[in-house]
Each structure stands twice: as structure tokens, then as C-alpha cells.
């Protein structure tokens, strides 16, 4: 008769057995996501595959102000003052193509230090050309968030020759 220890390690010992014979093989067919040419190669997705499928998907959502340029950004075109349903809109369907296209995530990281930085030469060009007050750009997305007490359409039309040679940052008027 086995003791009582003797019976559980036995019992693992099934488990662990059962588990590792059941486990994935190289065989199974793992989900096929953006990126995946089905090649089956062991290397990292096709970043500018996963942004398409994104923008492809945001688009299907009724997204359409989103866009990607010749280098595989995504940008949105800006648009001036939106509306609190256009920011709500866009942040479902954000959600949606999140989960559609997991990769989203590291392949966007790869470009957001650039955007914070040309965020910043431009907003500093901006304040060396007539608009001292302009705020600081998020330092995680780049993106120019101005309240709309604090936005000053003139000055804002003030600095756009001068700064118009730089990458124009991501804003929001308003918020």
C-alpha cells in the first residue's frame, strides 16, 4: 500500500506526463495574425504588414481620417476642434482593431520617441516664432494636447510658415 505522499507524487508524475505529451507541437497551426506571411518562419511580424492591417481595419470601422504614409506611419490628418463622439468613436475603434491586430502595440512603440521629438523641435520652433505659451507635447505619445482657453488662433497661424518646414505634430484643441 502507498502512502499518502506516494500517491500524490504519483498522481503528479500522471499529470506532468499528460501534460507534456498533450502540448503544442510544431506541428499545431498557431492563430495567424497581421504580419504573418504563413511561412511559418520563427522571425518577428512585418511591422509595416501590422500597421496596415490596422489602418486597413480602423478604415472598416468608419475611421477613416486615419492614415499611413509612404515610410508606414500612421498618422490622423489634423482636423482642428472634434467633436467628444469623434474622440469616442475613434477610441472604440481603436479597441477593436487593438484586439484585431495585437502587434499594433510594438510596432507603434518603435516610431513614438521620433514623434515625441519632432513634437518637440516643432513646438519649439513654435514658441521661437511668436508663440511663447505653447505647451509641451505628451512625452509618451508627442501629441499636442492645448486647452481651448489657452489656444490662440493667431499666434497659432502665426508660427505656421516658420515651422512648417518640420514634421507637424499630432493635436488636440480643447480637451
Given amino acids: 500500500m502507498r502512502s499518502r505522499t506516494g500517491r500524490a507524487l504519483a498522481a503528479a508524475v500522471a499529470v506532468t506526463v499528460a501534460l507534456l505529451t498533450s502540448g503544442c507541437s510544431a506541428e499545431d497551426s498557431a492563430p495567424r495574425v497581421a504580419g504573418d506571411d504563413g511561412s511559418r518562419a520563427s ?14 481595419c480602423m478604415h472598416a470601422q468608419g475611421q477613416n481620417q486615419v492614415q499611413q504614409d509612404e515610410e ?3 498618422y490622423t490628418p489634423a ?9 469616442a468613436g475613434y477610441e472604440a475603434a481603436a479597441k477593436v482593431c487593438d ?7 510594438q510596432a507603434t512603440e518603435k516610431t ?7 513634437a518637440r523641435a516643432w513646438v519649439a520652433c513654435g514658441r521661437k516664432n511668436g508663440y511663447p505659451d505653447l ?5 509618451k505619445t ?34
Wanted: hydrophobic residues 35%.
Fill in 43 to 56: 522571425g518577428p511580424q512585418d511591422d509595416n504588414a501590422v500597421r496596415r492591417a490596422w489602418v486597413t
Fill in 99 to 105: 484586439a484585431k491586430n495585437p502587434g499594433i502595440h
Fill in 79 to 87: 482636423a482642428g476642434v472634434g467633436t467628444e463622439g469623434d474622440v
Fill in 135 to 139: 505647451p509641451d507635447p505628451d512625452p
Fill in 72 to 74: 508606414g506611419n500612421i
Fill in 112 to 118: 513614438h520617441r521620433k514623434f515625441v521629438d519632432q
Fill in 142 to 175: 508627442g501629441i499636442l494636447q492645448i486647452p481651448r482657453a489657452a489656444f490662440d488662433a493667431a499666434k497659432w497661424d502665426a508660427i505656421q510658415p516658420a515651422c512648417s518646414k518640420l514634421p507637424a505634430p499630432s493635436y488636440q484643441i480643447g480637451q
